[in-house]
């Protein structure tokens, strides 16, 4: 059965720098009071409008609320005019506000398949962060708990993604409750890029640095994971649920698929949550201690 996804405008209220390469929008309007926020790593469609248009080109929810239909609806639209889309997390929830903050990644020109601009990168997501102020207007569609995943019960979370999957690693952490056992690898440019997360959580970020590669063409986070995961000793093999880290090829801008894979062996991972697409690089792992 279709689940149904809210679509609707919103508005910029705020848009400020926290880091060097990550902006923090805030959004408001009417649309968002009744946004709920009910799980961390929720993630929308944000719909950028098309160059000469101030507000992008969206159809209305259909009637049955058939996301389907919508989309088919969103394809109809002759493309020139048709808004561009592209998948972000909700970073924070303001409910007194009626507001919600995104954060943007961008990305330095880099790599051949980076698309220069004015000495930037990115495509339509970046290009609009950059130049966002207050009163501009995205559609958005979701975020909808489809795509959310439970968190479940674990000892302990293995999280690891670059600067793209920073604001869903961020939510998880800021969601863990009082005691609950995190690692976080988080990859970014280097270290002025990192941030600080309020979590009650027993967390403990390693913040991997490339200090020169461009994001996507490193393998330093997964070779950094390799090595480090800290649930390595050997268990004997009847009471141990590790199972070797998963080889699985990795999506990496600009190479042909398959070319960059996670090679970790005799560690504790089952099962692993792989999530790599729509140039995010992001994994999560929920581990339980050999007993
Ligand atoms: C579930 C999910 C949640 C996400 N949440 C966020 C979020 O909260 N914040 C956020 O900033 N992004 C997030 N992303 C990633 C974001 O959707 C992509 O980076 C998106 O491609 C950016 O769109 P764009 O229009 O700027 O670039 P695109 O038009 O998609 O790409 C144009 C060019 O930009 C460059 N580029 C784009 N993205 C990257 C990248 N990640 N690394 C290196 N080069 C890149 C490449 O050169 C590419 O050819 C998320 C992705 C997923 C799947």
Known sequence: ??????????????????????????????????????????????????????????????????????????????????????????????????AIDIDFVLHDAAGPDATTAGGTAGGPAMRWARAAEPGDTLGMVGPSPVYARPLGASDWLLLAGDE???????????????????????????????????????????????NGPPAGHSDLLVETVAVGLPVSRPAPPQACPCRPLPSRPLRRPGRPAGTGRSTGSARCAPPPVWRDQDWRTAWSWHLRRAS
């Open 164 to 210: 793209t999957a920073l604001p869903s690693i961020g939510t998880l952490l800021e969601s863990l409750p009082e005691g609950a056992r995190a690692v976080a690898y988080i990859e970014v440019g280097d270290a002025a890029e990192e941030q600080r997360f309020e979590t009650r959580g027993e967390v403990t970020v390693h913040w991997v640095h490339r």
């Open 1 to 98: 059965m279709q689940q149904a996804l809210p679509v609707r405008f919103t508005q910029v209220i705020e848009a400020r720098r926290i880091t060097p390469h990550m902006a923090r929008i805030t959004f408001g309007g009417d649309d968002l009071t009744d946004f709920t926020y009910d799980a961390p790593d929720l993630q929308a469609k944000l719909c950028f409008p098309r160059p000469g248009q101030a507000v992008p080109r969206l159809p209305a929810p259909a009637e049955d609320g058939d996301v389907m239909r919508w989309y088919q609806a969103y394809l109809a639209i002759p493309e020139p005019g048709r808004p561009w889309l592209r998948g972000h997390t909700i970073r924070a929830h303001h409910p007194r506000r009626t």
